[in-house]
């Protein structure tokens, strides 16, 4: 299923903001910060919640008006809404260690973000058996894979948004642990490949990814030569759905698995 929506993806571009009416999915995702603001898209009638590594010191928004930002119970996130459909305006926020990071606050009228859970951009990869050095390209070259988590497009390569709603994107299931395709960077090398996991389950969930085989059959066939896999968040770990999580001090039942893959039959759709 995931050779077929990877073949259709390269023949659709969607824009992040091309939300039809009624289609709004409230999801939560992971952002790894890089020097560069974070979007987060609010609404006057919606939350939408940011959460960041560490507790929160200092809040400075360059355009204050028609912004409204709560601080939560806990100290390390907040929770922001606009008085209007046209607000957009840089939030600058210190952490009680002096580290800074900028958000872009954007209006998106109904369709604010659920939970942005903004990360260190610390890389913790999990790496294939199947040729390590390969993916290292020369001392100069980034890999791929560190395009990914820095949120950027290496050159010759273009990122493709499949369309559809969650169920059309739908790769994998394990029990109550659900697999989206959410993203895939194509271009003349490996391909990049972003899966939503999501625990809708009742009990705590570690995803395996060390303990995959990428070299059976079966996922061969899915994902091509597996390359290079990790996850946010780091430790593997996802909570239960949040109608079963007794408090908010659980880690989040959602997070994002990064792959690096060899382009091959299966993801060109030849």
Known sequence: MIARLIAASGLLLTPVLAIAAGE???MDRTVVYK???VTIYASNNQYAEVVFPEALEAILPEQPKGLEFHEAAFPDRLFFSVENDDYHGIVILQTASGETYRLKILAREGCSDATVSVQDDVIHRSRSPVDDAVSDSGPNKQRLMKYMLHNETPPSYRRVKP???PSQRLVMKQGTVFFYLEEVWRGPGDVGMVLLVVNKGRVPYRVDLQGMDFSSERLRAAFGRVREITMMPTDFRLAP??????????????GLIYIVANQGRSLNGR
């Open 24 to 26: 709004c999915e409230r």
């Open 35 to 37: 020097d560069q603001p």
């Open 163 to 165: 369309e559809g709603s």
């Open 241 to 254: 759905s949040p109608e079963y999580a007794s408090d908010n001090l659980h880690a989040k039942h959602q």
